[in-house]
């Protein structure tokens, strides 16, 4: 792999007071970069955009020479960014990696139609081999008949458990030996909030990883754990132009999904909010909190869930059954509130006993739907 | 109980309260205070409940007991305060403060009564100072407000029965003098060199501290209390955590604190702030909010998010100091002097004895001004810096922590110097000192050490 700094990496003395890029000190500034408030120039931005990463990947020894490394690409701005920035790394610094793309199909309608189209295209244009996953064929549903049977509340559950599993299954179709998300510095910020505000010492203490998952099958790792979300946004925005207005349009929707009033933690919401207050205020606030969440003085006595594997299927979980197959065999028996917060009384006056028994019930039988046999 | 004397008598029931009254009761229940009449949990007595804890709604009575309990409870399973302690208790004047004079003043009361009681007289009974931190030179109230404020503290601190040992007004300037004849006019240069507010804010917090810690060793005080509150402390937690020191954050939320010169100690970890509030309005207990200082920047913006988070899970406070409790605390977080313990009460006693000593050694290393602790990268950076530290200033740059270094160092590199000379001796003279020792070790060792590119 080739470790050696990019052309552009060498600093030139800075002129001050002077409109010109703060870094070669050549061209004229087009830029405030939101990571440092830093005047650069748009040559300059791609520079330390690009080379960041780069060093983030290198000094982490996230790839091996090699590795098949699947893309999660939902077709939104970062996974997009990264896989174009991943190829276009791969290429120049000889990491000698076989990406592929993946996206899931979670089924909804208006939604994944057009970002999927987006990964398509991204199939063509960064000439990655693409594999597509959807909840139909691994689950038997496609979230639109999840709504359809739970209705607006609560389906965000589903499509977040689904979606983390059906990007491991995908990836194990592929056979490749790590998977790297999109996550943002931001995005692990809010983490790191999340998991003091709800007093998870377990999760707080391994959401700064960079690669997680490496005790199981497929690690995933986050190469854009220091890039900041603002600069994913203005990279597209001056290197690949005619993306961006596809990946405008698709933030909006992905949104209502991911923090949208049906989302039963609206503290998630406050959160985003407060961070990108903060970063207003200071922007290294979210390196800092970054920062703190790998420095945090966990007791090596914290009791950690134990990591089994489902009986079901073969997935990692901390319990018996996975959490997907809790889910689904509720869909598949027309209980889809089983296993959807805790035991709180079901809709419609169910009492705790008969909730109780329906419990127990489901503990015995065995799947028996025509959906949903799925193996791992 | 609001709502029947919400008709001022005029007869027409308890069931209808006027609207005014409604939007009242509706504040006073987010303020953890019940309004419907209810019995008490706790007693089952006829008084109606007036505040929830723990789930359970309390009368007043029960509900100050419970704090006390909290309290006690804090004070006596930490070791907190000794027989032979002479305690100064930080007084702002505002709620948290309050109750806790008002607490350590109960329990001295009762040590007396159990004191004068007993036949021996053996072990004596702790003392009890109060000191004010006057900051009226860095803020812009007049001064007429302020003398009004400093009188409302004597008179609080003069009502209570058994009489405190002094009470200490000290200007925050102080802290400068004996070095510096004019305290005032180098601590507003000191300030006006930190550019950023957060920074600002936290400095002076940090004089604080210190001034603190000058009153107590001036006049023999033995142990500092201060009545920072649950919610002052979940603010805390977030705000050092934005501020990227996770590493030092476990050692500023602990009932201890040794790394100062006299030891701090912090009762009231475990309530809430309203809870105090009521609790001062309950019983009537005077404070004063002339003085209060609005926060800036980083720390308003934390605690307005708290806020906003407590209006959607009034818990929130207690679930985020618990996160930040879960983290493993500093070796100089416990009292761990030889025979500390002593004076304690003998099935106490096993239970401080027991706890293991590995790490009692105190060996980190704390920042210059904010007294955080080192974490590894830092004293990486210390160490590489120091060896290369060519003058004074180099060696107290390389002594702050990160965070200080971002916030409260003046943004320019030529005026590190300047802002050396003004800080008070207390912390740079620890540097000194330290300084002094390693090179005076270094000589006597110099024959047997390698050069560093020999290696």
Redesign the interface.
Known sequence: MDSSAVDGARQPPARAGSRLCTRCGERKAALKRPKTLEQICRECFYVVFEDEIHRTIVDNNLFKSGDRVAIGASGGKDSTVLAYVLSELNRRHKYGLDLFLLSVDEGITGYRDDSLETVKRNEIQYGLPLKIVSYKDLYGWTMDDIVKAIGLKNNCTFCGVFRRQALDRGAALLKVDKIVTGHNADDIAET??L???????AR?SRCTFITTGEDGPIPRCKPFKYTYEKEIVIYPYYAITHYSYILMSLCSTHQVYSYGIYSPN??RG?ARE?IK??ER??P??I???I?????????TT?RMPEQGICERCGYISSQKLCKACVLLDGLNRGLPKLGIGRSKGMAGGDSDSEQQDKRSERNRSSLQGKHGNIDF | MAAASSCGGAGCGPHCPPAAVVAEDATAERLGRLSLSRDCGRCGGGAGAVAVAGGVGLCGECFRAHLFGKFKLSVTSNAMVRPTDSVLLAFSGGPASRVALQFIHEMRSKAIESWDASNSQALPVFRVGVAFVDESVLCSKPEQEIDMAIEDIKSIVSSLSVGVKATHIAPLEDVFSPESTDGEGRLREVVGLIDDDTGKEDFLQCLRMLSLQKIALENGYTKIMLGACASAIACHVLSATVKGRGYSLPADVQYVDTRWEIPVVVPLRDCLAQGLSLLCELDSLKTQQHLDRPSNGINRLVASFIERLLEENPSREHTIVRTAQKLKPFSFNKFSADGYHDFLPSRLRPKFQNVDNDESTFSEILCLICGSPFSESELRNMESTKHKAQKKTDLYTAHCCQNCHFQILPSGGNLYEHFFSLLPKFWTGKVDTVSASHSLLRDQIEEYLLEDNDD
Do not use: H, P, Q
Request: glycine content about 6%; proline content about 0%.
């Open positions: 790191v909030l998991n003091i505000l709800r007093g998870d010492i707080l609206a503290y406050f407060f207050d903060l205020m200071r290294r606030a390196l800092d909190i920062k703190s969440g790998e420095n945090f003085r966990i007791s914290t």
